[in-house]
Structures are given as C-alpha cells and as structure tokens.
C-alpha cells in the first residue's frame, strides 16, 4: 500500500530532551515536507526536501532541524524542544512531475507531540 | 505572499441537506492551484476536490462540487445530500504551481453534521 509512516504517532517529553520524528514513504517521491497544524493556524509548513541532500527552510523553521540521507527518508529532529512546539506534525510527500500543482501531496497520520 | 481565508471557523449541516464552506485566497498569479482538504476525527488528511485556475469549468467529485471565481478569488466547497461522514474539518489551501511544491492553508472550518 502507498503510504507516508510518521513514528511515534504519540509524544509527551519534556523541555529540552531532544527528539526525532520519523518519516518514510514507499511510493519513490521526490519531494517530502513538514507541517504542523495549531487550533486556529490551520497547517503551515516548516521544511522540505526537493531530494536528497537538498532541503529548505518553510514558514516556521525556527527550532526544527531536517535532513535527507535517503529518498525515502525525511525525519524531523527538535534538538531542545520547548512548549511552543506542543502541536500536530504532518509529513507529506508528492512526485516532482510537471507543474508542482499538479502533484498531489500524500499525507502521514500525523504526530501528536505534548512538550511539557 | 499568497494568504488563504475561511471565514466561517464553524458550520453546522443537517443530515440530507446541502452546505457551502467559503475559502477566499490572495495571489498576484494567475496560473495556481486550489484545493480542499477534508480532516476527520482520526486527523488524516484527505484530498476532497482540485481545481486548476486555468479551468473554467468547476470541479465536481461526486456530493462534493466547487464554485471557482477566478476574478473574486473566491472558492467555495459545496458538499450535496450531506452525510454524518462528512462531520470533518475542512481545509482550504493553495498552490501556485509555478515551480513551489508548498501548499498554503487557511485556518479550516469545523462541519458538524446533524442526523
């Protein structure tokens, strides 16, 4: 089944205690992106990938750190989290055919982490 | 930059009945593109419609249908025969299409259906 697995679906850590949100998918995409979604903000993204190595900065980047090792790969890492980082995390990821709108962007389940 | 809006936070359908969720955006483009993105309690997010700005014609996917007015900038989701199923929050966003894979969301709109 083509899909977009984030891990862990579920966080609560503590300030400070660093962290790494996994993400993967199986459908050879090359572009991969993260979002986070707040009550009343709707989604805004915080980095993408256009391939591998290549990565850059969102709407919201500021303590979020990305890489991409492998195509398939996209893990978000928060070094020193903090309470304003408590949210809802979407990882996504699209093909790179054409004009970009006309990729559609398949989204992971979501991560729902709780920095106290 | 491009913003979107959703000016209605929350609506409320009977079920049977037909509902319109209103989405306006701001760009300078004329070559974008549109969606709606429709998030349920399990909080995956599901594509419900596209629509291609160079397109007059509306895009329809089954109960669900648009109202695309390109020089109002206006783009309004009508979902038909409303079912408890689609008790959902509902995403508009917005893609250029011009070479930026980011998609720009507006704050959603909480759809509440009742049998």
């Known amino acids: 089944e083509a899909q977009v697995t984030q891990n862990p679906r579920y966080l609560i850590t503590v300030t400070g205690k660093k962290l790494t949100v996994t993400c993967s998918q199986n459908?050879?995409?090359?572009?991969m992106s993260w979002y986070r979604q707040d009550p009343g903000l709707g989604l805004r993204q915080i980095y993408y990938s256009m391939n591998v190595e290549v990565t850059d900065k969102g709407d919201v980047p500021e303590g979020y750190k990305v890489s991409r090792k492998e195509k398939r790969n996209f893990p978000l890492i928060l070094e020193s989290p903090s309470p304003n980082q408590t949210s809802l995390y979407f990882c996504a990821s699209s093909l790179l055919q054409g004009r970009s709108g006309a990729n559609v962007l398949t989204f992971g389940a979501g991560s729902r982490l709780t920095v106290l | 930059a491009q913003t979107v809006t959703q000016s209605q936070p929350e609506m409320s359908v009977q079920e049977a009945e037909t509902v319109t969720l209103s989405c306006t955006y701001d760009?300078?483009?004329?070559?974008?593109?549109l969606f709606w993105y429709k998030q349920p309690p399990s909080r995956q997010m599901i594509l419900v419609i596209r629509q291609e700005a160079y397109k007059q014609q509306n895009a329809t996917e089954n109960r669900f249908s648009v109202n695309f007015q390109k020089a109002a900038k206006s783009f309004s989701l009508k979902i038909s025969d409303s079912q408890l199923g689609d008790a959902a929050m509902y995403f508009c966003?917005?893609?250029?299409?011009?070479?930026?894979?980011?998609?720009?969301f507006g704050k959603g709109t909480k759809l509440s259906v009742i049998p």
């Open positions: 760009t300078s483009e004329s070559d974008y593109y």
């Open positions: 459908m050879n995409h090359e572009y």
């Open positions: 966003a917005y893609n250029s299409g011009a070479g930026s894979y980011q998609l720009t």
